[in-house]
């Protein structure tokens, strides 16, 4: 099993930017893809971004794409998701997730394939 803190979230103008973290318990940490979703209030949660386990493939929503990366550190058991140019349509809690992977350049982007979540960051933007 994994468990998973997220941190970073905040209120922040429209065009700024955000880095969250979701930091991993456990020692294997580069066997776990990993993903960023966000559920705004009155909808449903939505995939945002992932990246495999080696951190070489990554993958992003058409609504975050050229604005949000995702990226991780293996040796800290940490993924990041760097925001950029965020606007209020952002504003969500956000939340990260992980699935052991047979694979290291496997990655999904299916809220269905994570069995494991953290508790949630909030990011407000401000328009």
């Known amino acids: 099993q994994v468990q998973l803190v997220e941190s970073g979230g905040g209120l922040v103008q429209a065009g700024g930017s955000l880095r969250l973290s979701c930091a991993a318990s456990?020692?294997?940490?580069?066997?776990?893809?990993m993903g960023w979703f966000r559920q705004a209030p009155g909808n449903s949660r939505e995939f945002v971004a992932a990246i495999s386990g080696n951190g070489g493939s990554t993958y992003y929503a058409d609504s975050v794409k050229g604005r949000f990366t995702i990226s991780r550190d293996n040796a800290k058991n940490t993924v990041y998701l760097q925001m950029n140019s965020l606007k209020p349509e952002d504003t969500a809690a956000y939340y990260c997730a992980a699935r052991e992977t047979l694979y290291s350049d496997e990655y999904y982007c299916a809220e269905e394939g994570y069995p494991y979540w953290g508790q949630g960051t909030q990011v407000t933007v401000s328009s």
């Open positions: 456990g020692r294997t940490f580069s066997s776990y893809a």
